[in-house]
């Protein structure tokens, strides 16, 4: 649905963007991520066509964006980190004149009133622009994106000025949209790309330094693979009973951290996944789970190392 080949950009003697390629299939929600000056949003502005690229070739559900810009641009909706809204214009006015901009050949009537019971906007339908809050700003720069229900869809900091609220609503909306959309979306809230989003990339000083699921990300880049489990029972039967447990290398018993309950840090062995049976067996003990954690790295541990010059530098040209 997207493709993106060999692509850089420079400006004059500076380098924004340095031969990378990723493909986003149909229907998938990519994470696209990269610390400020990194390339995430000149990467953006040559997909949807604002920015013309050096070299390389990107592709939008197999058109050229830049042989057949016309053609790849009404495949795409977008929604920049500023929406481009018309202060001036009501709600009602401003989606009115994106839909005959796009020549949208949907029932009018019915498609805007679906956009905006999609993204909530419509108690505000009547109301300026400019006397809106940021966060309805935010909405009715979505909605514009959603106009002609392209296949495609560019989000750069969609949940930007949203109370805690509203970001809910939208990651909602988004991970619903990637049910029928193809989806790209940037954000400096890691935490909302975890969330949302079936593969992450990382681009750091132009060049693309990951490519992978979140999960398999923390795995590659954590040397600690422990499993960290609080349990209520006795503390040599507990250590005994993981120990056996198929799978697990090593158990340390890290001392009594509440009242009759335990820690234990659990090293399996590489690539198994032991909570399952750690569950299994300690409920048929009626031992109960006080909590478990995973001791690998976090997405923004993972992203702090990967973004760091010395890494960027290393990973040049490659893929991680």
């Known amino acids: 649905?997207?493709?993106?080949?060999?692509?850089?950009?420079?400006?004059?003697n500076h380098l924004a963007v340095d031969n990378?390629?990723?493909?986003?299939?149909?229907?998938?929600?990519?994470?696209?991520?990269?610390?400020?000056?990194?390339?995430?949003?000149?990467?953006?502005?040559?997909l949807t066509g604002y920015l013309s690229a050096t070299s390389g070739v990107t592709k939008i559900n197999g058109f050229d964006v830049l042989e057949q810009p016309n053609e790849a641009k009404m495949n795409i909706g977008y929604l920049p980190e500023q929406p481009p809204l018309y202060l001036d214009m009501t709600v009602r006015e401003y989606l009115d004149f994106m839909y005959d901009l796009k020549k949208c050949k949907l029932a009018r009537k019915d498609h805007i009133a679906e956009i905006c019971r999609l993204v909530k906007i419509e108690n505000v339908y009547g109301r300026l622009i400019k006397n809106l809050s940021k966060g309805y700003r935010q909405r009715v720069g979505l909605a514009q994106s959603l106009i002609?229900?392209?296949?495609?869809?560019?989000l750069d900091e969609p949940?930007?000025?949203?109370?805690?609220?509203?970001?809910?609503e939208i990651r909602s909306l988004i991970k619903n949209l990637?049910?029928?959309?193809?989806?790209?979306?940037?954000?400096?809230?890691?935490?909302?790309?975890?969330a949302v989003c079936d593969r992450i990339v990382i681009i750091n000083?132009?060049?693309?330094?990951?490519?992978?699921?979140?999960?398999?990300?923390?795995?590659?880049?954590?040397?600690?693979?422990?499993?960290?489990?609080?349990?209520?029972?006795?503390?040599?039967?507990?250590?005994?009973?993981?120990?056996?447990?198929?799978?697990?290398?090593?158990?340390?018993?890290?001392?009594?951290?509440?009242?009759?309950?335990?820690?234990?840090?659990?090293?399996?062995?590489?690539?198994?996944?032991?909570?399952?049976?750690?569950?299994t067996r300690v409920a048929a003990r009626n031992w109960p789970i006080m909590g478990m954690r995973s001791m690998e790295m976090t997405l923004e541990e993972v992203f702090i190392a990967l973004t760091r010059e010395q890494i960027g530098k290393s990973k040049k040209g490659g893929r991680a």
């Open 1 to 12: 649905m997207i493709e993106v080949q060999n692509l850089t950009k420079r400006y004059g």
């Open 20 to 46: 990378i390629s990723f493909r986003v299939e149909e229907g998938e929600i990519l994470g696209f991520l990269g610390p400020n000056g990194a390339g995430k949003t000149t990467t953006m502005n040559i």
């Open 148 to 154: 002609g229900n392209p296949p495609v869809l560019i």
């Open 159 to 168: 949940t930007v000025g949203l109370d805690p609220k509203q970001i809910i």
């Open 178 to 194: 990637g049910k029928h959309h193809t989806v790209i979306l940037s954000s400096h809230i890691l935490q909302e790309i975890e």
């Open 205 to 279: 000083k132009g060049v693309l330094v990951a490519d992978d699921t979140a999960s398999n990300l923390a795995e590659k880049y954590s040397n600690d693979r422990r499993l960290m489990v609080r349990i209520s029972g006795s503390e040599k039967d507990v250590l005994n009973v993981l120990s056996s447990i198929p799978g697990v290398s090593a158990v340390v018993s890290q001392g009594e951290k509440e009242p009759g309950v335990f820690e234990f840090a659990i090293e399996p062995q590489e690539d198994t996944d032991v909570r399952r049976e750690i569950s």
